[in-house]
């Protein structure tokens, strides 16, 4: 079993819709808890970064975690489709431990 | 703004051939890592550098598989010999590490490789 799970989709939603992306993961030591979009041929980039539980907001995307659950969220209001790629989610334990373990990403398709 | 550069882009290849990707970190990171991504996958780490030192190499075949920091500007990963199971994106992202805290990890648009 993979220590970060998501569900790979595709999602697809009409343009203005609210869309819920998820990931659970197993390792209890994770704190720190990213979001990237990845479009197509490209690298991913951050969205959205968090530390340890709680919510957060930028703009129409909103990030919640509960590390009760070990269930992390990412919420996109007004969805458009430029919205339409590929979100991973990342974790990670800690400053000086390995490096950022991936989600395998839910692709996502807004359509007009 | 500032990115990080991949080269080449799109590296086609028989089997047995040897290939070198070349990485440009943003000015100022100290942390360099490369992952592979494939469909079956996802994004899977391959080596960690920081300070130029390498820090994890776990995820790589060590057969074939090499990846060292010339200088700061220039990290390498170099496959010898290929074989057609390496297909895949190679990405290269760098980050800037404090020691204190986690730092989000900025990505190349990375090297598409296909293996024949």
């Known amino acids: 079993q993979k220590e970060v799970e998501q569900d790979p989709g595709p999602l697809s939603v009409p343009e203005g819709a609210i869309v819920s992306l998820n990931c659970t993961y197993s390792?209890?030591?994770?704190?720190?808890f990213m979001w990237y979009r990845q479009y197509s041929r490209k690298g991913p980039e951050l969205l959205m970064y968090?530390?340890?539980?709680g919510n957060k907001e930028d703009g129409r995307f909103t990030a919640q975690v509960d590390k009760s659950s070990k269930y992390i969220s990412l919420f996109i209001r007004d969805s458009q489709p430029s919205d339409s790629a590929t979100y991973l989610c990342a974790m990670s334990a800690g400053p000086g431990r390995r490096a950022l373990t991936f989600g395998s990403g839910t692709r996502l398709q807004v359509q007009p | 703004d500032a990115r990080v550069t991949q080269t080449p882009r799109h590296k086609v290849t028989e089997m047995g051939q040897e290939v070198t990707m070349r990485c440009q970190p943003i000015l100022g990171h100290n942390t360099v890592f490369w992952y592979r991504q494939t469909m079956m996958q996802g994004l899977e780490l391959l080596a960690y550098?920081?300070?130029?030192?390498?820090?994890?190499d776990s995820g790589m075949p060590k057969d074939r598989f090499s990846a060292e920091m010339p200088d700061a500007t220039l990290a390498t990963l170099k496959i010898q010999p290929s074989e057609p199971r390496d297909s895949a994106v190679y990405f290269c992202?760098?980050?800037?590490?404090?020691?204190?805290?986690?730092?989000?990890?900025?990505f190349g648009n990375g090297t598409r490789l296909t293996v024949t």
């Open positions: 992202a760098s980050g800037r590490d404090p020691g204190q805290v986690v730092s989000p990890l900025h």
């Open positions: 390792n209890s030591a994770f704190q720190y």
């Open positions: 550098f920081r300070n130029r030192a390498p820090l994890d």
């Open positions: 968090t530390y340890s539980s």
